[in-house]
């Protein structure tokens, strides 16, 4: 079974650009996440998706942050413009399902972006 | 809020010795799992504990779950270096957090022949 897929994996980009990352979940499921883990930090949760809508977006900066999941397959996340805060590594996970014994996360590699 | 603590941060071990990671967390917990990070890599689901009392084991690592005292601990027995990696513990929590993980901020293990 194929994993979570996500690119790209590294992005060097300078303050007030943009960027947009890219997860492909495992088939079928129907919950995807999206993280955001700075260095000597657990995951904190930005946007959670049941299949192409938003479960919960509390924590994601909506000023400068925004995800979209069509079709409720892949999913982007996007930053414009990017802030020197925004350095970090961008986990995105999914699960069968959201509640009840199948939410198991499986977790993709991860983008690691770099602001300048 | 939900908050969870991990300790210690960084442990560094012996080979062959026992030693215990601990997770306290603030609310009531529907839910808490235990993950592996190795450098560079992404996290690995390792124990998921589901009502109090629930003891998982996998190899030298025992979770287990005091839903009362708000407490899971990740133990290692007779540690291998294979086991040098960073672990989180994450709590779910309908009813004080919406149904989101919250993670601890990891324990780095290392572990030293």
């Known amino acids: 079974e194929a994993g979570v897929a996500q690119s790209p994996r590294y992005k060097i980009i300078e303050k007030r650009q943009s960027v947009a990352f890219w997860c492909n979940p495992i088939s079928g499921h129907a919950t995807l996440y999206w993280y955001q883990q700075i260095l000597g930090q657990g995951p904190k949760l930005l946007i959670q998706?049941?299949?192409?809508?938003?479960?919960?977006d509390s924590q994601l900066p909506k000023d400068r942050f925004s995800a979209e999941r069509l079709k409720g397959v892949d999913s982007t996340l996007k930053i414009q413009p990017a802030k020197l805060e925004d350095s970090a590594v961008y986990l995105c996970?999914?699960?069968?399902?959201?509640?009840?014994?199948?939410?198991?996360?499986?977790f993709g590699p991860g983008t690691r972006l770099t602001v300048l | 809020e939900l908050k969870v603590e991990q300790n210690p941060l960084f442990l560094s071990m012996q080979e062959g010795k026992n030693y215990t990671i601990y997770c306290n967390y603030s609310t009531t917990s529907d839910r808490l799992y235990w993950y592996r990070q190795d450098p560079g890599k992404s996290l690995e689901s390792l124990f998921v504990?589901?009502?109090?009392?629930a003891v998982k084991q996998e190899g030298r690592l025992m979770a287990s779950l005091d839903t009362k005292a708000r407490l899971s601990t990740l133990h290692i027995t007779a540690a291998v270096h294979d086991l040098s990696a960073t672990y989180f513990c994450?709590?779910?929590?309908?009813?004080?957090?919406?149904?989101?993980?919250?993670f601890g901020d990891g324990t780095t293990l290392t572990v030293k022949p």
């Open positions: 998706f049941q299949n192409n809508g938003v479960v919960d």
């Open positions: 994450a709590v779910k929590s309908w009813t004080t957090n919406a149904g989101k993980s919250t």
């Open positions: 996970a999914s699960s069968f399902t959201g509640t009840g014994t199948t939410d198991t996360q499986y």
């Open positions: 504990l589901l009502s109090n009392g």
